[in-house]
T-cell receptor
Framework: DAGVIQSPRHEVTEMGQEVTLRCKPI?????LFWYRQTMMRGLELLIY????????DSGMPEDRFSAKMPNASFSTLKIQPSEPRDSAVYFC???????????FGEGSWLTVV | GENVEQHPSTLSVQEGDSAVIKCTYS??????FPWYKQELGKRPQLIID?????GEKKDQRIAVTLNKTAKHFSLHITETQPEDSAVYFC??????????????FGQGTTLQVKP
């Protein structure tokens, strides 16, 4: 298996622009997580899905952030409009329900200028 | 909700020495405690984990101990090598996450192993 696949790997965008991050979980995994990593706040759980259903989005910082999982093999995290403080590494991760082990993607490095 | 505290934030040791990183958690119902290693510019990767029905687990030079009464768990690395230099994260799976695999992470410990 290729593991969790994220795109884009790097994105530089101007403040106010819409950003869409994409994730393909490991085949067969039924939980998907979006984490944000910054120096100041570490690894923060933004939202997670189980069987394509959002379970907990309490970590989503603002209404500017939204996430979808239209099917078992694809999820998006959207920021609209983006702000410089959104600059971070966004990790997507997936797991198999009873296994607990979370596998991370390579991350999407976002810079908002 | 669950809160995971990790100490120290940075740790510097000489090659060959041991390193210990400690974490505490708040949710007594948490039952799964993994440790992840993140090298610079890379993704976090699982190195060892422990479940609440076990007090200690070893895998070569690394070991994890769990004290459920005190709600803390520790990572021990023996005979450290320069390639052990990385950021280490502990995590806990809180109550209510059921089998969804939700993890709450500690703040991370930057380990530097000096040759």
């Amino acid at each position: 298996d290729a593991g969790v696949i994220q795109s884009p790997r790097h994105e530089v965008t101007e403040m106010g622009q819409e950003v869409t991050l994409r994730c393909k979980p490991i085949s067969g995994h039924n939980s998907l997580f979006w984490y944000r990593q910054t120096m100041m706040r570490g690894l923060e759980l933004l939202i997670y899905f189980n069987n394509n259903v959002p379970i907990d989005d309490s970590g989503m910082p603002e209404d500017r952030f939204s996430a979808k999982m239209p099917n078992a093999s694809f999820s998006t995290l959207k920021i609209q409009p983006s702000e410089p403080r959104d600059s971070a590494v966004y990790f997507c991760a997936s797991s198999f329900t009873s296994g607990n082990t979370i596998y991370f993607g390579e991350g999407s490095w976002l810079t908002v200028v | 909700g669950e809160n995971v505290e990790q100490h120290p934030s940075t740790l510097s040791v000489q090659e060959g020495d041991s390193a210990v990183i400690k974490c505490t958690y708040s949710d007594s119902a948490s039952n799964y405690f993994p440790w992840y290693k993140q090298e610079l510019g890379k993704r976090p990767q699982l190195i060892i984990d422990i479940r609440s029905n076990v007090g200690e687990k070893k895998d070569q030079r690394i070991a994890v101990t769990l004290n459920k009464t005190a709600k803390h768990f520790s990572l021990h690395i023996t005979e450290t090598q320069p390639e052990d230099s990385a950021v280490y994260f502990c995590a806990a799976s809180p109550q209510g996450s059921g089998n969804t695999g939700k993890l709450i992470f500690g703040q991370g410990t930057t380990l530097q192993v000096k040759p």
